[in-house]
């Protein structure tokens, strides 16, 4: 049976060889890029452009085709990032994050098709791997880097937005027995650094950075800075942070209280000894 749709008009109806049915926006936005792929075969009828697509190789191609696209975008995402990457076919071949994001976006089209037994099975042979464990159920968008990988934990309910970095022992977890929404949600251009963990439900903000070793336990701001076990917010007012991938250069809030003290004490120790002078005088 072939599927005939007109994508040169807004109708959404589409004709069989035996009878006329609906087609979802999705189905024909799916149609449309196995079309564009070169999956599709074109014909004109009544003066116009209809698309022929052979159900049985439908899915299959299409997905091809989506996969290839989003690794491609993952691929270029390293490059970008990573000072050490020095080709496409290194990349591929060589990174062990590259590879588990490919398992992982196979993994996840099963699991939102209910393929549940096989999704997990494609994610703990990744694991095995790699040694990056991703649930298949998270939801990952667009030009994820994870930078050497090993120890990263991605649970079932996170949520990561697009062009965020990973580093060795991220975990991206839980908190007690909760069912539903108990992993955290990364907004665009996250960092977290190497060994730090992000525990619980709750929004890590657009831009925000996790300094290596962090545990985080609570919501941080867009554009902030969270140091430290438990990890506290450090802003920086007014300054741009143009460097997104450093993880040395991060300013130490309880090294800032310590300052803060000691400029505080040195005050007292001026007023104090202006204090005798006076006394000494005056006797």
């Given at each position: 049976?072939?599927?005939?749709?007109?994508?040169g008009t807004?109708?959404?109806?589409i004709?069989?060889?035996?009878?006329?049915?609906?087609?979802?926006?999705?189905?024909?936005?799916?149609?449309?890029?196995?079309v564009?792929?070169?999956?599709?075969?074109?014909?004109?009828?009544?003066?116009?452009?209809?698309s022929?697509?052979?159900?049985?190789?439908f899915d299959?191609?299409?997905?091809?085709?989506?996969?290839?696209?989003?690794?491609?975008?993952d691929?270029?995402?390293?490059?970008e990032?990573?000072?050490?990457?020095?080709?496409?076919?290194?990349?591929m071949?060589?990174?062990?994050?590259?590879?588990?994001?490919?398992?992982?976006r196979?993994?996840?089209?099963?699991?939102?098709?209910?393929?549940?037994?096989?999704?997990?099975?494609?994610?703990q042979?990744a694991?095995?791997?790699?040694?990056?464990?991703?649930?298949p159920?998270?939801?990952?968008?667009k030009?994820?880097?994870?930078?050497?990988g090993?120890?990263?934990v991605?649970?079932?309910?996170?949520?990561?937005?697009?062009?965020?970095?990973l580093y060795?022992?991220?975990?991206?977890?839980?908190?007690?027995?909760?069912?539903g929404?108990?992993?955290?949600?990364?907004?665009?251009n996250?960092?977290?650094g190497?060994?730090a963990?992000?525990?619980?439900p709750?929004?890590?903000?657009?831009?925000a950075?996790?300094?290596?070793?962090?545990v985080?336990?609570?919501?941080i701001?867009?554009?902030?800075?969270?140091?430290?076990i438990?990890?506290?917010?450090?802003?920086?007012k007014?300054?741009?942070?143009?460097?997104?991938?450093?993880?040395?250069?991060?300013?130490d809030?309880?090294?800032?209280?310590?300052?803060?003290l000691?400029?505080?004490?040195e005050?007292?120790s001026?007023?104090?000894?202006?204090?005798?002078?006076n006394?000494?005088?005056?006797?």
């Amino acid at each position: 049976m072939h599927i005939y749709i007109n994508i040169g008009t807004n109708e959404k109806e589409i004709n069989t060889e035996k009878k006329k049915k609906k087609l979802t926006p999705e189905q024909k936005e799916k149609i449309k890029r196995a079309v564009k792929a070169g999956y599709g075969k074109l014909r004109v009828a009544s003066g116009r452009l209809y698309s022929v697509v052979e159900d049985k190789i439908f899915d299959g191609k299409c997905l091809f085709s989506e996969l290839k696209e989003e690794i491609m975008d993952d691929v270029a995402a390293v490059r970008e990032r990573d000072p050490a990457a020095r080709s496409d076919i290194e990349v591929m071949l060589l990174y062990s994050g590259i590879h588990a994001m490919l398992a992982y976006r196979v993994a996840h089209k099963l699991y939102v098709n209910k393929k549940f037994l096989p999704a997990r099975a494609v994610s703990q042979l990744a694991r095995f791997l790699t040694g990056i464990e991703i649930h298949p159920g998270a939801e990952i968008g667009k030009r994820l880097m994870i930078d050497h990988g090993s120890g990263v934990v991605i649970g079932e309910t996170c949520i990561i937005g697009d062009d965020c970095t990973l580093y060795q022992g991220v975990t991206l977890g839980g908190t007690g027995k909760d069912t539903g929404k108990r992993h955290p949600t990364l907004g665009n251009n996250v960092m977290v650094g190497a060994g730090a963990k992000v525990l619980g439900p709750f929004r890590i903000g657009d831009g925000a950075k996790i300094a290596a070793g962090a545990v985080v336990l609570k919501e941080i701001p867009a554009g902030a800075t969270a140091v430290g076990i438990p990890a506290k917010v450090v802003r920086r007012k007014g300054e741009k942070v143009e460097e997104q991938l450093d993880q040395i250069h991060i300013p130490d809030p309880v090294s800032q209280q310590l300052s803060e003290l000691e400029a505080k004490i040195e005050a007292l120790s001026k007023e104090l000894q202006e204090l005798k002078k006076n006394e000494d005088e005056s006797d």
